[in-house]
């Protein structure tokens, strides 16, 4: 059990800005529905709000600018909120009956320039340093641990964003950008971090969990292709000991037992082997996945690891891959994750979900990673 429900059940409350002005107090009275959706990694962190407009204020003369700056910030009556962001108006729809305003709004660091499609090649380099590179062309902070995988050569024929979205997804990384910074984490030292909050299955108001074994391969195998031999070489890596599994109760098994053949190419043994082991990574997440939904919780975002304490098999460690926090007229405050299993085994570390300073997050609007060195 986490403060939230040893205690008595602390109010939660959002602030919003528009065009930096605080408009809290102003929407108070229309607002149907506020919900904010952050990403682990791939997708713009999203902002929607739903507005009563029997009086016709926001299609008239309250009408908001497309392009216009939104800021969110959540938390605990009595302690300072958490800024999640600004956020750019992307949308506007307006419907009737009833009379309703809906403001769809993208987070605002991506710019023109970040789409803008590029042709460049890199030489001789590492992915820090290419990850680096491109945030000094976009002006950008980098932050993240980034092991120093060296490449050859790379070649880039799309836009930054693209670019280094599927970089990040070919080495297991997760990258985003928000605010001024550029966040490059490798997804396994986010799944290694202790949980911020521990849960029980009382706690939440609904849960699907999948569990499956045949997504679960034995071995990894990349091809890279020996210089001096001039042909290509298999580069296989063992999955044993490092699947997050309970053993099936018949045959023990924690894999399928399959070998997963990438297509993928790769120019030295060392990429090879990054590569293979991402696969690996990306496949024992997908052992067990699925969402669940609770009371609402300001610090838990993607990139948290939040302990399920469960009957049978589903406990252990998840990683947050998305995190959906909801204001609702008729509701409250609720919030639903999208996770996967890292650690499987039952926890008893217990957090305060309510305290800041016990989180151990990467993607925030407000924290102090460490820097990555090209």
């Known amino acids: 059990m986490d403060a939230l429900t040893e205690n008595q059940v602390p109010s939660a409350y959002y602030l919003l800005s528009y065009q930096n002005r605080n408009i809290t107090h102003d929407i108070s009275e229309y607002l149907l529905d506020l919900e904010y959706v952050d990403f682990l990694s791939g997708q713009s962190d999203e902002l929607n709000i739903t507005l009563e407009d029997v009086d016709g204020k926001w299609s008239t003369s309250w009408y908001p600018g497309h392009g216009d700056t939104l800021t969110l910030s959540l938390g605990w009556v009595g302690q300072t909120p958490r800024r999640l962001?600004?956020?750019?108006?992307?949308?506007?729809?307006?419907?009737?009956?009833?009379?309703?305003?809906?403001?769809?709004?993208?987070?605002?660091?991506?710019?023109?320039?970040?789409?803008?499609?590029?042709?460049?090649?890199?030489?001789?380099?590492?992915?820090?340093?290419?990850?680096?590179?491109?945030?000094?062309?976009?002006?950008?902070?980098?932050?993240?641990k980034i092991e120093p995988i060296k490449l050859d050569r790379l070649t880039q024929q799309e836009g930054d964003l693209a670019f280094l979205s599927k970089l990040a997804a070919e080495y297991d990384y997760a990258f985003k950008v928000t605010g001024n910074r550029l966040v490059f984490h490798a997804i396994s030292d986010l799944a290694n971090a202790r949980p911020v909050v521990t849960v029980s299955m009382g706690e939440l108001s609904s849960?699907?969990?999948?569990?499956?074994?045949?997504?679960?391969?034995?071995?990894?195998?990349?091809?890279?292709?020996?210089?001096?031999?001039?042909?290509?070489?298999?580069?296989?890596?063992?999955?044993?000991?490092?699947?997050?599994?309970?053993?099936?109760?018949?045959?023990?098994?924690?894999?399928?037992?399959?070998?997963?053949?990438?297509?993928?190419?790769?120019?030295?043994?060392e990429v090879a082997k990054a590569k293979a082991k991402a696969d690996l990574a990306k496949a024992n997440r997908e052992?067990?996945?699925?969402?669940?939904?609770?009371?609402?919780?300001?610090?838990?975002?993607?990139?948290?690891?939040?302990?399920?304490?469960?009957?049978?098999?589903?406990?252990?460690?998840?990683?947050?891959?998305?995190?959906?926090?909801?204001?609702?007229?008729?509701?409250?405050?609720?919030?639903?994750?999208?996770?996967?299993?890292?650690?499987?085994?039952?926890?008893?570390?217990?957090?305060?979900?309510?305290?800041?300073?016990?989180?151990?997050?990467?993607?925030?609007?407000?924290?102090?990673?460490?820097t990555a060195t090209a």
């Open 85 to 144: 962001g600004a956020f750019e108006i992307d949308e506007i729809e307006i419907s009737k009956p009833p009379s309703v305003v809906t403001i769809r709004a993208l987070a605002a660091s991506i710019n023109s320039a970040m789409r803008t499609q590029e042709h460049r090649a890199y030489e001789n380099t590492t992915l820090a340093a290419v990850a680096a590179q491109v945030a000094a062309r976009q002006h950008l902070k980098l932050v993240g």
């Open 207 to 269: 849960i699907r969990l999948r569990d499956q074994i045949k997504s679960v391969p034995a071995k990894a195998t990349v091809k890279h292709k020996n210089a001096a031999k001039k042909q290509l070489v298999s580069y296989t890596v063992d999955n044993s000991g490092k699947v997050v599994a309970v053993p099936s109760s018949a045959s023990k098994a924690t894999t399928s037992g399959d070998t997963k053949k990438s297509r993928k190419r790769a120019a030295s043994a």
């Open 287 to 370: 052992r067990t996945t699925g969402t669940w939904s609770m009371m609402g919780r300001p610090y838990v975002l993607s990139g948290n690891v939040i302990g399920l304490q469960a009957p049978g098999v589903l406990g252990g460690n998840y990683l947050v891959t998305s995190s959906r926090h909801r204001f609702s007229r008729d509701g409250g405050y609720t919030s639903e994750q999208q996770v996967c299993r890292v650690k499987a085994a039952a926890i008893s570390l217990s957090l305060d979900a309510t305290k800041p300073d016990q989180e151990l997050i990467a993607y925030s609007a407000e924290p102090n990673p460490t």
